[in-house]
């Protein structure tokens, strides 16, 4: 079943990857690109460590959440200022230099959503394996 689920949260991971690079590539809106890409990243987070850890760890979810919303503080204390890398489009693009509250809704939403696909994913897999 490990590897089954492996499988599972690696397509998850590189199909929200692919997505999330299309939004920031492409998207130039209003609703879309904030919001959705938002929710999107800590699904991809959570994708990506399910790789390595796919059982064992129930509340990952939330130890994501707790990830997210410290980088949301850093922003809102200019990290990326404080550190001199203003002009490094790369890491303060992924770092984000804007605190919004909207951003830890938008990051809550994504693990709440990756917490329910789980349960699903497990209950279908344990009704396989009967």
């Known amino acids: 079943m490990k590897t089954k689920l492996r ?3 690696a397509i998850t991971f590189f199909a929200v990857l692919l997505i999330e690079i299309c939004i920031a ?6 609703f879309i690109r904030p919001y959705i890409g ?3 990243v800590t699904v991809l987070i959570c994708a990506l460590l399910r790789i390595f850890i796919p059982e064992g760890v129930k509340l990952l979810p ?7 919303v410290m980088v949301e503080m850093l922003q809102y204390f200019d990290i990326v200022k404080l550190l001199g890398l203003e002009n490094n489009a790369f890491l303060s693009t992924i770092i984000g230099r ?6 830890i809704l938008c990051y809550a939403a994504g693990c709440i959503l990756f917490f329910v696909a789980e349960l699903l994913i497990k209950r279908i897999g344990s009704k396989e394996n009967n």
């Open 7 to 9: 499988i599972i949260y």
């Open 25 to 30: 590539l492409f998207i130039r809106d209003d």
């Open 38 to 40: 938002d929710v999107l």
């Open 62 to 68: 939330a130890y994501v959440l707790v990830f997210a």
């Open 98 to 103: 804007t605190f919004s509250l909207h951003d």
